[in-house]
């Protein structure tokens, strides 16, 4: 909540601290977000193996975040969900399987994304 009387900069700050316990929150306490996690540091050890260019970089990481993001954002629909209606509701269940969609979304998309950089420099790999 808002502290009227904080200053811009402390307002800024107050919003930082905020936001790092929800990171720290998620990635303490979400399975999806800690597999997510594992798959990213998989990738990177992936890019830095087979020396992937820039873009491909800017791709890899701009799709992780990508991920993330939606994992975060269907946890907080979920978390929402479950605290305004606690018992199973076909209506809850319905709005919790649409914001499920979202990471699967993104992960499909991180998935043609990493076929698109790896399975090349993988066939050449093979290839020697």
Do not use: C
């Not at 919003?15 to 996690?37: C, H, N, P, R, Y």
């Not at 319905?94 to 499909?108: C, E, L, Q, R, V």
């Amino acid at each position: 909540m808002k502290n009227p009387n904080d200053s811009f900069l402390r307002g800024r700050i107050r919003s930082f601290k905020f936001a790092f316990k929800g990171l720290w929150l998620l990635v303490t306490t979400e399975d999806s977000i800690k597999v997510q996690i594992f798959i990213t540091f998989i990738a990177t050890i992936m890019g830095f193996y087979f020396k992937i260019s820039n873009i491909e970089w800017m791709f890899q990481i701009l799709i992780i975040g990508f991920v993330l993001v939606a994992e975060a954002l269907n946890t907080s629909v979920e978390k929402m969900a479950d605290f305004i209606h606690p018992d199973y509701h076909k209506k809850i269940g319905f709005i919790k399987d649409i914001a499920a969609g979202a990471p699967t979304f993104a992960a499909i998309t991180s998935l043609i994304i990493a076929g698109f950089i790896y399975v090349p420099k993988i066939a050449l790999f093979l290839e020697k």
